[in-house]
Nanobody, 128 residues
Framework: QAQLVESGGGSVQAGGSLRLSCAAS????????MAWFRQAPGKEREGVAR????????YYHDSVKGRFTISQDNANNTLYLQMNLLKPEDTGMYYC?????????????????????WGQGTQVTVSS
């Protein structure tokens, strides 16, 4: 099993940047596929970005393409989400997730795979 701890959230003005981090307790098959989700108040949770740790292939939600970058530091079992040109609609609780999906399923644009392991979340607030 993987234990995930997010950090890096905060409050910024529109156009600003933040970098979220997610420290995994260890690298196992449970962390072959890692992702960032977010949930705004009153809205459903949505997937933001995913990365397959087997090769580094990625998927991004259309709303963040060109602004957010998901990356990994395998040596330190850490996942990152660099968020640039932030907008007020990016506000929400951001969650790190992990599971054992292979690359094809992990980055599928057709369907978001289920994730068994979740962090506690970190709040991002973007003001206009």
């Amino acid at each position: 099993q993987a234990q995930l701890v997010e950090s890096g959230g905060g409050s910024v003005q529109a156009g600003g940047s933040l970098r979220l981090s997610c420290a995994a307790s260890r690298s196992t098959t449970s962390t072959r596929c890692m992702a960032w989700f977010r949930q705004a108040p009153g809205k459903e949770r949505e997937g933001v970005a995913r990365i397959s740790t087997d090769g580094g292939r990625t998927y991004y939600h259309d709303s963040v393409k060109g602004r957010f970058t998901i990356s990994q530091d395998n040596a330190n079992n850490t996942l990152y989400l660099q968020m640039n040109l932030l907008k007020p609609e990016d506000t929400g609780m951001y969650y790190c997730a992990a599971d054992s999906w292979g690359p094809t399923t992990c980055i599928s644009a057709r369907e978001t795979p289920n994730f068994d392991f979740w962090g506690q979340g970190t709040q991002v607030t973007v003001s206009s």
